[in-house]
């Protein structure tokens, strides 16, 4: 489903110029093409016209104004430095407001093919961790703020609300429409008081942070020719432990095993020219698959299940459960 024709009459006056809005151009048009949607709310279209070609992505507009700045001069500054494959915002008369519930923004289309679907090549695995550490190493700050895993402590009790006395609330509604739920309700009450442990003696001692992805899951990096050429959706970007995306990234590829996790750390650690803590990436890897078990939890309960594509989530749980831990 396209935008408004107000609210993409004004993108293309922004990307294209007036003459080119509406279609005005003699012999061209401006096409407009469905490119990803998310259960963040957030949805993106190829906008195309010509040789030039953009992604335009839209946003939930309570999103903190300042946050969102942050994330644009940080992207900006990354692809300032030469990192071309970070899908940085363009500048000009952007973010665009849609109201009181949107915000627009442009970034150049990125060519590639997702790291998902290349996860049994070891030259893409090699090239996406390398990226990411020439990302983390462009942007490397330290700004004193609360240690990384003591924040992990916080959104995993506040956001999964578990109490250890309790059970863990899953209806059985969302148990008879989404099956694979079974599996998660079955580990999760042991991987939140595992994941809780696990992660206790790194707070307080890893409290170097810096701006990091917050979100790289391999369908995140585009990889052309064994090169990374895109590195996209930056919605969840935060000043974190750069082990947070390392954990995240290995985690998602290698799904439980153990020496596949550790062999994408190693790519990262090469690339990076230092040893990580394997452990605590370990330890941030079940956390992160517990507050993924949750997030969907709660997107599930939100909306009938008609409003989703089927077969998407299913993958997604499926990849949560063999994460999690029991």
């Given at each position: 489903m396209l935008p408004a024709e107000t609210i993409r009459r004004a993108i293309e006056e922004r990307l294209f110029g007036p003459a080119a809005a509406g279609g005005a151009a003699p012999g061209k048009s401006i096409q407009w093409s469905p490119a990803a949607g998310g259960l963040s709310r957030a949805?993106?279209?190829?906008?195309?016209?010509?040789?030039?070609?953009?992604?335009?992505r839209r946003s939930r507009?309570?999103?903190?104004?300042?946050?969102?700045?942050?994330?644009t001069d940080t992207l900006?500054?990354?692809?300032?430095?030469?990192?071309?494959?970070?899908?940085?915002?363009?500048?000009?008369?952007?973010?665009?407001?849609?109201?009181?519930?949107?915000?627009?923004?442009?970034?150049?289309?990125?060519?590639?093919?997702?790291?998902?679907?290349?996860?049994?090549?070891a030259t893409a695995l090699e090239a996406a961790a390398a990226g990411l550490a020439s990302f983390h190493w462009t942007l490397r700050v330290s700004d004193g703020s609360e240690a990384p895993c003591r924040s992990a402590f916080e959104n995993l009790r506040q956001r999964v609300g578990w109490r250890s006395d309790e059970t863990w609330p899953i209806p059985r509604s969302l148990y008879d429409a989404w099956p694979e739920l079974e599996a998660i309700g079955r580990?999760?009450?042991?991987?939140?008081?595992?994941?809780?442990?696990?992660?206790?003696?790194?707070?307080?001692?890893?409290?170097?942070?810096?701006?990091?992805?917050?979100d790289t899951r391999p369908e995140h990096f585009l990889m052309s020719g064994g090169k990374l050429t895109?590195?996209?959706?930056?919605?969840?970007?935060r000043r974190d432990t750069v082990l947070a995306d390392v954990a995240r990234l290995a985690g998602e590829l290698a799904l439980g095993d153990e020496v596949r996790r550790d062999e994408v750390v190693g790519y990262y650690e090469t690339a990076a020219e230092r040893p990580i803590d394997?452990?605590?990436?370990?330890?941030?890897?079940?956390?992160?698959?517990?507050?993924?078990?949750?997030?969907?939890?709660?997107?599930?309960?939100?909306?009938?299940?008609?409003?989703?594509?089927?077969?998407?989530?299913r993958q997604r749980l499926r990849a949560i459960a063999a994460r999690l831990t029991g």
């Open positions: 949805s993106v279209w190829r906008v195309v016209f010509g040789e030039r070609s953009f992604a335009v507009a309570e999103l903190d104004a300042t946050r969102s700045l942050w994330i900006r500054r990354a692809y300032g430095s030469g990192l071309t494959f970070v899908a940085a915002p363009i500048e000009g008369r952007w973010p665009l407001r849609e109201g009181d519930t949107h915000l627009w923004e442009a970034a150049e289309w990125m060519e590639g093919v997702p790291l998902s679907e290349l996860a049994a090549d580990l999760l009450p042991f991987s939140v008081a595992t994941s809780t442990r696990r992660l206790a003696p790194f707070c307080g001692v890893l409290t170097q942070i810096q701006p990091i992805h917050g895109g590195l996209i959706d930056f919605g969840a970007m394997r452990a605590a990436v370990a330890a941030l890897d079940l956390a992160g698959a517990v507050l993924s078990a949750a997030n969907w939890l709660r997107w599930l309960g939100e909306k009938p299940a008609g409003e989703f594509e089927p077969e998407l989530v």
